[in-house]
């Protein structure tokens, strides 16, 4: 069984393929299905593929193609996860017979969010293998950040071609609740964190990426904390007027692989009874690389005094 048999289809206008015509569990392990996933990931950054009987080591061998898992487990839990599978973190708010958590999560909705943006190098591609889910199926949504950023006004490009943004951590962030009524950070908690470049190149194909962190009182270096606000509840009230998205109710068999890097993405919740099983797996990705890196000026052959005021206009900011 080859890959000249498989059809891709588009998933929305926006964002996203659908496979057909795959055995994953046969395929995943060979070089011109990497390279064709690979292919449509950077070109499309989400590829479905519906009905397919996975392995646990399948599931981690191939994201593993994207860069090194990562174990992303709720440390202490005692979850079960899948005990064979060190890479797979099973999402879920349901529990065994004997009352052993399935997994990490619960039933929550989600707002939109990159993963661990807070990390220096955050989370590359996403896996998800749908084992369990309830009914209604839950949809989880998916946002092109690409198509945001090339939808963005020449204006809005502009104002935020160099600007920096520090990542802080915040529990429980995606969920609606927190996000609507949680009270901000102290200030000075909130400018502990990981500096990332508000719009990031997409190693891929070389495009541009807004990237946002998840908290609107996330601090901007340079900008009063009410500046920083009003900056990134602009950009992410644009986010949400875009059509640059999909919407999936995962499944039974259902795989899907997802560039955490350049989307989004949300879900909706479900009843707190019913339960859902899905397995997660990460792939690290690459520290977020600026637009526009910040160099230093060649001032071989100048005086130290005009070597020091060229290279001060260019400094970076301090924070
Ligand atoms: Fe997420």
Known sequence: MGIEQIVVEQLSAGIGVELKGVDFEAMAPTRPFIDLMKRLLDEHRLVLIRGQKIQPVTAQEFTGNFGPLLDIKRQGSGALHVPEAEWIKVISNGKTADGQLLGDGNSSAQIWHTDSTPWEAPVGHIAFYCRQTVDPAPETYFMDMIKVYEALPQEMKDRIANVRVIHHWFPRQ?????????????????KIGTLHPLVRRHLGTGKPILYLPTRRDSLIPGMDEAESRALLTELWDFVDTCPFKVGHAMM??????????????????????????M??????????????????MNTIGLDADTSKEINKAMAMVDY
């Not at 995606?174 to 909130?190: C, G, K, T, V, Y």
């Not at 039974?252 to 989004?264: E, G, R």
Request: hydrophobic share 35%; aromatic share 6%.
């Open 174 to 190: 995606i969920e609606p609740e927190i996000h609507l009524n949680a009270p901000s950070q102290p200030l000075e908690d909130r």
């Open 279 to 296: 397995w997660h797996i990460s792939a690290e990705g690459e520290v977020p690389i600026p637009l526009h890196p910040r160099r230093t």
């Open 252 to 277: 039974p068999d259902d795989f899907l692989i997802w560039d955490n890097s350049a989307t989004v993405h949300s879900r909706q919740g479900w009843d707190a009874d019913k339960v859902r099983i």
